[in-house]
């Protein structure tokens, strides 16, 4: 999500600072910062709104003092807080004289943020951040070290981080940490680097290091120190990189797509983060829609476009039987050219990855005017969508590139169900321990989907056997029909073959006809209430001479003997399937499209962002 890069031991650091921001700029970002410790002080300069780029920040420190000590510099993807200079990162204490980047999210903030409220700290901004700034503060206070200080702020931290810390009082020293986000160390001819990327520092030093999990890394000119968080001394992993600039940006992946899917536990892991409060109740603070406004709901609209579309429909079964509330899923361009019945007790949800397709954000523009209440469910905080609905629930995937959406997709699923939840939590239509045995299935959704994704070989060795096939029907029931739809746009969009996505139970209404020997048929055969019918339709579909693929759930072998191939998920609750099962669908057309020769990253005729009627 947001980038990172420290060196000590250069005199002249902004310039590398500044070149490495650059390396990272790629990744998408909303503001950027450095901080130089010169003099015996900390000098910052931020860049946010409208002016945010390293262009700009480059434009604001070039009356930087020079002579620097240590040195920090960050882009920040905006998760807590708008995209203000005061949310923008370095952040400091309340001395002025330790400051801090950060990426990744600080899961009990809030309570940090009391306590250090209370305890006559103050805060300047609206991050979950700054609050580690005090919290080291507050050690320091005691007499410890800056290293010190930080070991021990970071027992009192959940969530995810890597930090890196500079302070004036000793000022060649960094101190680096991090849990669950990545963090490479670097050294050459008496300098010492850091950054959340490798991209960052390749044109500095190849001898990289790796940091793990609740490591610190202590960094002075030429030498690195690492220990665990107890303080006991390790041993850093030495990581050998021959890529290029270009691989190293997509992080030895063969395109950004790959990429990107590689990082969908983790898109999904984040957006679960800071959802519970203290006794295990859903807490959407963020959300700025409060209990009340959404006691009053009575009904559901959601509305999106293209893959976010398919999230939405996921969303309506998973409303529609927690919440037991009407639920209408819309396709955003339709639904502003008819007459949507809504009042002032509608909750519009408008999903959007950029948050700013335009004709999703004209179809929320419609419900407000109709007098809805709007939501937003969008990947990039103070989108133009964010900004102009009444509550935003942000999902936290971090910058998608490849144009065709996979972690925001996965994102959008989770969050669209957290708020089917929070429904249910404040109609009182599930009890509190059904709500946490849905989330704690969810909490379980990362690993399940790191098994999935490490099957990909399994998906390859189908699709190889399918390259000559032009026409693929996509079929599934319940929330297998959204997966059955995302699984055709996927193969449309990337392999630019014939791809059908239907509800298993219209196929003989119609479609069944076109079905022949050499027609492919993907079944989403994961468990649901409807699976059994599903295995009607699909014997069906062989008598007739289509070749079967199966997604099926580890362990059905009744399912898997239907199937002339067969592509193993682990199983979950079914609600929950389409996040696990979409993965062999995305792995499916991302190889037939390699296969074919097509560039996954960049399909024709298509935009990331569609602005545009
Ligand atoms: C498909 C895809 C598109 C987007 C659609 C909506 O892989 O990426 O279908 O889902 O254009 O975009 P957002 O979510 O930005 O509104």
């Not at 807590?80 to 400091?92: I, K, Q, V, Y």
């Not at 793990?212 to 220990?227: Q, R, S, Y």
């Not at 969908?264 to 009340?292: C, F, H, I, K, Y």
């Not at 059955?484 to 003989?508: M, Q, S, T, V």
Request: glycine content about 8%; some cysteine; proline content about 5%.
């Amino acid at each position: 999500m947001c980038g990172i890069i420290g060196v000590t031991g250069e005199a002249d650091a902004l310039p590398v600072i500044l070149g490495a921001l650059h390396q990272l700029e790629y990744r998408g970002y909303d503001s950027a910062g450095v901080a130089l410790v010169v003099d015996g002080e900390i000098w910052r300069a931020r860049a946010a709104d409208g002016t945010h780029s390293v262009a700009d920040l480059a434009v604001l420190t070039q009356d930087a003092p020079t002579g620097h000590a240590a040195a920090i510099g960050h882009t920040r993807w905006a998760t807590h807080g708008h995209p203000t200079p005061e949310n923008a990162h370095p952040h400091l204490d309340c001395t002025g004289r330790l400051a801090l980047i950060h990426n990744g999210i600080i899961e009990n903030h809030a309570a940090l943020r009391a306590d250090l409220l209370a305890d006559g700290h103050i805060m300047t901004s609206a991050t979950d951040t700054e609050v580690m700034a005090h919290l080291i503060e507050r050690h320091l206070a005691r007499g410890l070290t800056l290293t010190e200080a930080t070991r021990a702020a970071l027992h009192a931290v959940r969530g995810a981080f890597s930090i890196a810390v500079v302070h004036a009082d000793e000022p060649d020293t960094i101190v680096a940490a991090r849990r669950s986000t990545p963090l490479v160390l670097g050294l050459e001819d008496g300098a010492a680097f850091l950054a959340s990327d490798i991209p960052a520092l390749l044109s500095h030093t190849r001898h990289l290091y790796a940091l793990a999990d609740d490591e610190v890394a202590v960094l002075t000119p030429g030498n690195i120190a690492v220990t665990t968080l107890d303080g006991d001394p390790v041993t850093p992993q030495q990581l050998t990189v021959d890529w290029d600039l270009e691989a190293a940006q997509k992080d030895g992946y063969d395109d950004f797509m790959s990429k990107e899917m590689h990082e969908q536990p983790a898109a999904v892991a984040n957006t679960l983060l800071d959802r519970r409060g203290p006794s295990g109740e859903l807490v959407l603070d963020e959300m700025r829609l409060g209990p009340e406004e959404l006691r009053g709901i009575d009904k559901v609209f959601i509305v999106a476009c293209g893959s976010s579309y398919h999230s939405a429909l996921v969303a309506k079964y998973a409303i529609e039987q927690w919440v037991k509330l009407p639920t209408e899923v819309d396709i955003a361009s339709e639904f502003r050219y008819r007459d949507p019945v809504l009042t002032e007790r509608t909750l519009c949800v408008g999903v959007s990855q950029s948050g700013e397709t335009l004709d999703t954000s004209e179809a929320m523009r419609e419900a407000s005017r109709l007098g809805a209440k709007v939501l937003v469910v969008s990947n990039v905080v103070d989108s133009s969508m964010a900004r102009a609905a009444d509550g935003v629930l942000y999902t936290r995937a971090g910058p998608e590139i490849g144009v065709a959406s996979t972690k925001c997709h996965l994102a959008q699923i989770v969050a669209l169900q957290i708020l089917g939840l929070t429904l249910a939590q404040i109609h009182g239509t599930l009890t509190p321990a059904e709500i946490t045995a849905v989330l704690d299935a969810m909490d379980a959704l990362p690993g399940l989907l790191t098994v999935a994704l490490s099957r990909a070989a399994d998906v390859d060795e189908v699709a190889s056997k399918l390259t000559d096939a032009r026409d693929f029907f996509f079929l599934g029931r319940h929330v297998g029909f959204p997966m059955a739809l995302e699984g055709a746009l996927k193969l449309k969009e990337l392999a630019y073959l014939r791809a059908e996505g239907y509800a298993a139970g219209e196929l003989k209404h119609g479609p069944i006809a076109l079905i022949e020997p050499g027609t492919i048929v993907v079944g989403i055969a994961t468990r649901n209430r409807l699976s059994e019918k599903l295995l009607s339709n699909i014997a069906e579909v062989h008598s007739r001479g289509a070749t079967v693929v199966l997604v099926a759930d580890d362990g059905d072998d009744e399912v898997g003997a239907l199937g002339d191939h067969v592509l193993w998920v682990p199983p979950t609750d079914p609600l929950l399937s389409p996040v696990v099962g979409v993965i062999p669908l995305q792995q499916l057309a991302y190889r037939l499209a390699t296969l074919h020769g097509h560039d996954v990253d960049r399909p024709r005729n298509l935009a990331k962002t569609v602005t545009v009627e």
